[in-house]
């Protein structure tokens, strides 16, 4: 009887010892998915994240990044981009630039050197904290002649925007129209896949000095046709025209653009041009609250047009 008791017991503490060494096996990892057992062969740290978290991370992994989208595809579609622009108050006139993506297009031609380039920049600099306390997305510098450069995507300092000006040097002519196209093409295209109220709204503020040298007119009217054909709302695109320095020809095409665009198109358009020539005044000078003055202005017009086709329908 003790012969078979003592057998027993050798059974079960060998069995004992036998689970102990199984808990020592090697968990999946990112680096190492199969599981290979580690030369130390201890227990993985309670602290480290859960197995079946690291397995599932590499399915995101190399997968091709979307097209240009003001709207994130990893980030829920925000149901309120067509109501929030409304959402201002008098304690916080910016509120709306939550509800926008905020694009500059920088005039970088060879006459916008010197103290027209360093005006710019100031604008820039005082502009991009005001647009980021609203939009942690920050802003969007481009140039009409500067290659896109990702470093200059989502920026969100003053710093950012003194080094990126600092590493452009303007030179070159002024290919307004084909840059607009450039931007606003793959941002109809999103809205025509997905639909107007799935892409977040778009401000576009373009900074020149001097008259364009290609067609500008051609992709705004394409744009704002496209735009209605889709009955997106007044406010999906606005686009800002301000010009710094006293170039005559350019105050004249920018005044043209706000006033005779649908006359240029021949029907009927949404108004989404504004444009701000220099007036001339002494003193007078691109500042980060003179633009957002005029994006407000714009929005809330644009707001109040579409109330005003809202009670007569």
């Known amino acids: ?28 990892t990112i680096q190492d998915p199969y599981g290979t057992p580690s030369r130390t062969g201890t227990m993985k740290s309670q602290y ?30 925000p149901q309120i981009a067509v109501s929030s622009p409304q959402d201002q108050t008098a304690d916080d006139p910016y509120a709306f630039l939550s509800s926008f993506d905020t694009i500059f297009l920088i005039d970088d031609s060879g006459s916008m050197a010197g ?15 005001i647009c ?12 009409l002649n500067n290659p896109e450069n990702p470093y200059h995507r989502n920026v969100s300092s003053p710093a950012t925007v003194r080094e990126i000006f600092s590493s452009v040097r303007p030179r070159g002519g002024t290919p307004t129209g084909q840059r607009l196209d ?5 941002y109809i295209r999103q809205c025509e896949q997905r639909g107007p109220e799935a892409v977040k709204p778009l401000n576009l503020i373009v900074i020149t000095d001097g008259e364009p040298s290609d067609d500008v007119e051609a992709p705004l009217i394409s744009c704002a046709k496209k735009l209605d054909k889709m009955d997106a709302p007044a406010w999906q695109i606005g686009i800002q025209f301000f010009q710094v320095g006293r170039d005559e020809g350019a105050r004249a095409h920018l005044r043209a653009l706000d006033d005779e665009l649908a006359e240029i198109a021949g ?9 701000v020539p220099f007036k001339g005044a002494e003193g007078e000078h691109l500042s980060a609250d003179g633009i957002l003055k005029v994006v407000l202005g714009a929005v809330n017009r644009r707001l109040d047009r579409k109330r005003s086709k809202d009670l007569h329908r």
């Open 182 to 186: 450039s931007i606003l093409r793959p």
């Open 1 to 28: 009887m003790r012969n078979i008791l003592g057998s027993i017991k050798r059974k079960v503490s060998s069995s004992s010892g036998s689970g102990t060494q199984n808990n020592s096996r090697a968990y999946p």
């Open 267 to 275: 029907t009927e358009l949404r108004d989404m041009v504004d444009t």
């Open 115 to 129: 103290s027209r380039w360093r005006e710019t920049q100031e604008a820039l600099e005082a502009i991009t904290p």
């Open 48 to 77: 480290d994240p859960p197995p079946q978290a690291q397995v599932l991370a590499p399915l995101n992994q190399g997968t091709a990044p979307p097209a240009y989208s003001p709207v994130s595809n990893a980030f829920p579609v």
């Open 132 to 143: 980021t306390s609203h939009d942690a997305d920050g802003i969007d510098i481009l140039f």
